[in-house]
């Protein structure tokens, strides 16, 4: 007994030596190269015979101010830590993970002595001492929701903080299309002017009038048939609902509190079709004709496209017609106002996928003089736009103003009668207490990467399409944590069991695939033929992908994108190879690929599917099996002429250049979450507001149906934004 004690205390001694021996290495420099959350992360890092010495990144292509500055702020960590025994950043996990991993690779390759204890090492945290201060506005959150409403408060004279829990601001914006839902008056069809063809701009600079989209016109006239009775929900009880399908959808009436919206649109249509019809029927292709764009379509189709029947039909949900509304009109404001911050803009009306209509706008960034030198600097794309220029404003306004990053906000601090500040901890430990002396704003955004909550909560897909190994298009660190802190004060929720899937993600981590649906095709692995029209909402897609699609790489519902190298979408890369997502490839070059994706269906079908359906297109008629209502280019190649019509002679597939990405649905944007007023007071139970409480953005539910419209969620979150920074400066004057 007494050797076996003694052998055992021998290897706990030699364990614990082990254990405190200084790590060893082969010295030298190691190339290696892992998987990021865009494609590879390649890095040569090298070893004395005892320590990491340096970490220089090669190549990487995580998305900028998401996942790219892991490599600026984790490396010097890891170097000095000896080790990859690092915390992951917030809101960057996957890269964080990549890099660490590739760094442990080289480690492996220098020989490391003790694998376990270099993976272990990591840095001792350094808590500082508690920081407690008071502003007039608190706001959780730093994403685009919680920058408008920062900026508008501190423009309205308040001292504010930002409760960030990423390492980053900008949220699930910064990883948007960053396109807002938005009618522009002055790029569309104006009755008191039928036959202008420019228009004058919020900036009094005159711009081109946006010709319609094919296949508009068709849905004008089936809203002007649209039944005026109250809707009839019996109807449903013996026949199937189908979103979408606005043909079936329109004899059976519409819910009373839009009906005025609906009287006032088939006005506006009857006026656009008596200017329109005569030049159709003179020959006029509708590509030729100014769009008809309008509030009340705007309004209207929010509506239809977020009328849905739970999965059991015993539930209908749909957008509530005061807020839409204001979305809507104060949507209009939004371009002037982001314009006096730097704001720049690409003069279109776009359409993108689950939108219904051409009506979005797409911002390219910002100019804004953040060094105080009086030069303006260029910022591009979402960064610009939904963050340095409301940051600037921010930070600009007051010295006082203040960003807390890396900090997760725990709780709400209330007082029995009012809520008056939140309590926070930073990454560190270090905990903070910030006392709001008008108002907190909550402005965390979803939870659509919970999901557990998704599934716990749904009640609207059936459970099939809804596992444990589904993705998300969401940052990791949206899970609802703005919903739980809110509920715990007494705050109500609402429609917490709708949650809309994205059709456009790639099948590795399920990140946001940019990209137009009116100038692509989706292709069935199973048949190779399309199976839907692309132009549908987000919902109707991804429901049919998991109808028509295959298991693939461990995704559900896996389909194939496919559309030529020009595209109508701006800033969208076609034509490039990008690992594991996208691949350019000739039609000759398509069984191959097939073949590498363990796809069994014949090439020969889905190029007879795009011939097909580019056939329809040129001719201006519906694809034979599946129709499509906006169908804005061909996939193949082909010239233009001047009226927008094609010259079918100038065809071509084979020499055309196919963006191919296998894509599956993922979460996306959740519906539920608090019950707001349109004062973006937080109500509870009763329907009271909670004093001293408000909230912005997709925490808040009830506005988007069962189904949200692709670029209303960045015009909402910007529009109450604003409003919830206006509501606390006025309660506070009461």
């Known amino acids: 007994m007494k050797n076996i004690l ?80 690092i915390d992951a950043m917030t809101g960057a996990t996957v890269s964080s993970n990549a890099l660490m991993a590739a760094v442990m690779q080289a480690a492996k390759m220098a020989q490391v002595s003790d694998t376990a204890k270099f993976k272990s090492a990591g840095l001792p945290i350094q808590q500082q001492k508690p920081v407690k201060g008071t502003w007039d506005v608190v706001i959780i959150g730093g994403g685009g929701a919680g920058m408008a409403a920062a900026a508008e408060a501190a423009q309205q004279g308040n001292t504010v903080l930002i409760i960030e829990k990423n390492a980053e601001v900008g949220g699930n914006t910064l990883v948007s299309g960053g396109i807002f839902q938005s009618v522009m008056p002055y790029l569309v069809w104006d009755p008191e002017h039928p036959d202008a063809t420019t228009g004058v701009g919020y900036d009094g600079k005159t711009y081109d009038k946006v010709k319609s989209g094919p296949g508009c016109i068709k849905d004008l006239e089936t809203i002007l048939q649209w039944s005026e009775k109250p809707f009839d929900a019996a109807y449903y009880t013996k026949h199937t609902y189908e979103p979408g399908n606005i043909a079936l959808m329109a004899p059976h009436g519409i819910h009373v509190e839009y009906l005025p919206v609906l009287q006032e649109l088939k006005k506006e249509i009857t006026a656009y079709l008596a200017w329109a019809n005569p030049k159709l029927a003179s020959g006029v292709p509708e590509t030729d004709l100014t769009l008809f764009s309008t509030k009340n379509l705007h309004v209207f189709q929010t509506y239809y496209g977020g009328l849905r029947q739970s999965e059991n039909k015993r539930e209908w949900v749909y957008s509530n017609v005061n807020m839409v509304r204001q979305m809507v009109e104060q949507g209009q404001e939004l371009k002037p106002w982001l314009a006096k911050m730097g704001v720049t803009f690409l003069e279109r009306q776009i359409i993108i996928v689950g939108a219904l209509w051409f009506r979005g706008n797409k911002m390219l960034g910002a100019d804004v003089d953040t060094n105080g030198d009086g030069t303006p600097e260029h910022y591009d794309g979402n960064w610009g736009a939904y963050v340095m220029a409301p940051y600037t404003a921010f930070a600009k306004a007051n010295k006082q103003n203040c960003l807390l990053k890396s900090t997760s906000a725990t709780k709400l601090i209330e007082d029995g009668k009012r809520v008056k500040g939140v309590k926070a901890v930073m990454a560190d430990g270090t905990p903070v207490t910030a006392y709001a002396r008008k108002g907190v704003i909550i402005t965390t955004g979803g939870y659509a990467a919970n999901i557990r909550r998704v599934i716990a909560s749904n009640n609207y897909w059936n459970s099939q399409y809804l596992t444990s190994r589904m993705a998300t298009t969401n940052r990791s660190s949206l899970r609802g944590d703005g919903i739980d802190m809110a509920k715990k004060a007494g705050a109500a929720l609402t429609g917490m069991g709708w949650t809309q899937l994205m059709p456009l993600s790639y099948t590795d981590y399920g990140s946001l695939a940019f990209g137009s649906v009116s100038d692509a095709v989706f292709i069935s692995p199973r048949n190779g033929r399309r199976f839907v029209d692309e132009s549908l909402e987000r919902d109707v897609l991804s429901a049919a992908a998991f109808d028509n699609g295959i298991t693939l790489y461990g995704k559900q519902g896996a389909y194939l994108y496919i559309g030529g190298q020009e595209t109508t979408e701006p800033n969208e890369k076609r034509g490039v190879d990008v690992p594991g997502k996208q691949y350019a490839r000739k039609p000759a070059q398509l069984a191959q690929l097939l073949k590498q994706l363990n796809i069994n269906v014949s090439a020969d079908t889905i190029l007879k599917a795009i011939r097909d359906y580019d056939m329809a297109v040129m001719d201006g008629t519906q694809p034979a099996d599946v129709s499509k209502r906006y169908a804005t280019n061909t996939i193949g190649n082909v010239k233009r002429l001047k009226d927008g019509t094609y010259d079918k002679a100038t065809y071509s597939l084979d020499d055309a250049l196919l963006t191919i990405r296998p894509l599956a649905p993922a979460t996306h944007h959740t519906m539920g979450g608090l019950v707001v007023d349109e004062q973006r007071h937080v109500l509870n139970a009763s329907g009271k507001p909670i004093p001293g409480l408000y909230a912005a953005g997709e925490v808040t539910g009830g506005i988007h149906g069962g189904n949200r419209l692709g670029g209303n969620a960045l015009t909402e979150i910007l529009v109450s934004g604003r409003i919830a920074a206006t509501s606390v400066t006025r309660d506070a004057a009461k």
């Open 6 to 85: 003694y052998l055992l205390l021998a290897v706990i001694l030699v364990c614990a030596c082990k254990r405190d021996a200084p790590l060893t290495f082969k010295a030298g420099t190691y190339e290696v190269t892992t998987q990021g959350h865009n494609g590879d992360i390649r890095l040569s890092v090298t070893f004395s015979d005892s320590c990491i010495t340096d970490i220089l990144v090669l190549e990487q292509h995580e998305t900028p101010h998401v996942g790219d500055f892991v490599f600026d702020q984790l490396i010097p960590k890891i170097i000095r830590a000896n080790g990859t025994g």
